[in-house]
């Protein structure tokens, strides 16, 4: 705890803390949101030789789905998972002070689990959805102890600016990695291969590699955990005793009770955009003579270079404008996206929605985590249990939102008429958000 305590706020521990992002965000970039949907529907959609897509139907354990259904549900089911587990592993890394441990399993799970994915086919679709199962829990199930170390680390004034930082390093990494798969894919007969699908798969195996590499600069620098005390049979819940408790101590807390209640309900909407965003563009978009593929990479790429730039500019309207009206810009920015994206129908206009939707994507994400770490009581010592009480009613607003876009899909055959869903959300997220103190986190 002193070896701790005396290391807070130096730029060495900060650095490590945020160079997480820089490890991990590969897989958010590389799994989630680019070569994989993409490489999921090339398995999944059947074309006519002109490029008309004539089929988006999949088996999977003898029932057939739109292809989208079927990835949105076990994207739900995985992130329920994770709502299930985080109460039950950061209670019990709390309490016995080892929370760096969980962080490693949760991150090693997911990075072989993107290695598994190389292996993904039709003919063994369920190992391959496995694989994008288990790599999803171990990404989101590290960022809980992850996202907990930030009041250990961090004094309240440095947590809006190294949380930026974090993203902002894991925009850069990620967009490093991602150039390089997609150079590979591009010029797959330059490196060597026949064809696209070989490069595409090592994309898999390089962001499980990435991810483990580089992580291990974090791990070397992160103090284990707050508390050291014996593990016994009867810590096994106190993951879930722990939230109960938060849970009456937050009711306390005024402003920290409606800004979760806001966060649930914006985050849903943006977190579920970024996880179906490409397969929009899959499957909406008419892409003519340009090839989709490098299109929506490119896309893809232009999001997370100018998400640097927005986590940048909103942690320097926050210091100026406050927190809490910061987001409330956000939101009505995201309005605007929504209302906008339901016409496109071009990759032009994508790529005007994607240099937006970057400008906002960074800096709602990097100022919702620190503005809940500054509303927090200023003597909290359960951290992770905080921070799991916050990831859980985040993934838990994943899975409603993974649901409804499911069952958008498979009803209207059409995910556009999500979209105007998500916008709805985004106006509620602001005018809760209009009910907390603003003047609460500066």
């Known amino acids: 705890m002193a070896k701790m305590l005396a290391a807070k706020g130096s730029k060495k521990l900060l650095n490590a803390w945020a160079f997480y992002d820089w490890a991990n965000s590969v897989y958010n970039l590389v799994v989630s949101s680019a070569i994989f949907p993409i490489f999921y529907g090339a398995l999944t959609l059947i074309k006519d030789e002109t490029g008309t897509v004539v089929s988006d139907r999949v088996e999977f354990l003898g029932i057939d789905f739109n292809n989208d259904t079927l990835v949105s549900y076990v994207t739900a089911a995985a992130f329920l998972v994770v709502s299930f587990l985080s109460p039950l592993l950061s209670g019990i890394a709390d309490y016995v002070g080892n929370k760096k441990v969980f962080m490693k399993f949760f991150c090693y799970l997911g990075a072989l689990s993107c290695i598994g994915l190389f292996w993904f086919n039709l003919e063994y679709l369920w190992f391959g959805l496995l694989c994008y199962f ?3 829990i171990g990404f989101w199930g590290s960022i809980v102890f992850y996202n907990s170390y930030l009041p250990d680390i961090a004094y309240p004034e440095q947590q809006d ?85 938060i ?86 920015i995201w309005i605007g996206i929504c209302l906008f994206a339901y016409f496109i129908t071009t990759p032009f206009e994508f790529y005007i929605t994607a240099a937006i939707v970057g400008l906002v ?9 620190s503005t809940y770490s500054k509303l927090l009581p200023e003597n909290a010592v359960d951290t992770t249990s905080y921070f799991s009480f916050y990831d859980v009613s985040e993934k838990i607003g994943i899975v409603i939102g993974m649901v409804a876009y499911g069952y958008v899909a498979q009803v209207t055959g059409s995910i556009r008429y999500s979209i105007i ?22």
Not at 361 to 369: D, H, P
């Open 421 to 442: 869903f998500f916008g709805l959300f985004f106006l509620i997220g602001m005018v809760l958000l209009t009910r907390v103190n603003k003047k609460a986190p500066n």
């Open 134 to 136: 288990t790599a999803l």
């Open 247 to 332: 849970w009456n101590k937050i009711k306390q807390n005024v402003p920290l009770k409606r800004y979760l209640g806001a966060f649930f309900v914006y985050s849903m909407a943006v977190q579920t955009i970024m996880l179906v965003a490409t397969y929009f563009g899959i499957e909406e978009l008419d892409w003519g003579t340009t090839d989709s593929t490098t299109g929506l990479i490119v896309s893809i790429l232009l999001i997370q270079i100018v998400a640097i730039l927005g986590a940048y500019l909103t942690s320097k309207c926050s210091a100026k404008f406050g927190n809490i009206s910061t987001l409330i810009g956000l939101n009505i």
């Open 161 to 245: 600016a190294i949380s930026a930082k974090g993203y902002s390093f894991g925009y850069i990494g990620s967009v490093i990695l991602l150039a390089i798969c997609l150079a590979m894919i591009i010029k797959y007969d330059a490196f060597g291969f026949e064809d696209e699908g070989m490069p595409t798969r090592l994309s898999f195996v390089l962001t499980g590699l990435w991810w483990i590499g580089f992580s291990q600069y974090t791990y070397y620098h992160l103090p284990k955990g707050n508390k050291q005390e014996s593990f016994t049979k009867d810590i096994f819940f106190n993951g879930f005793k722990e939230l109960k408790l």
């Open 361 to 369: 994507m960074g800096g709602i994400q990097a100022l919702s985590r």
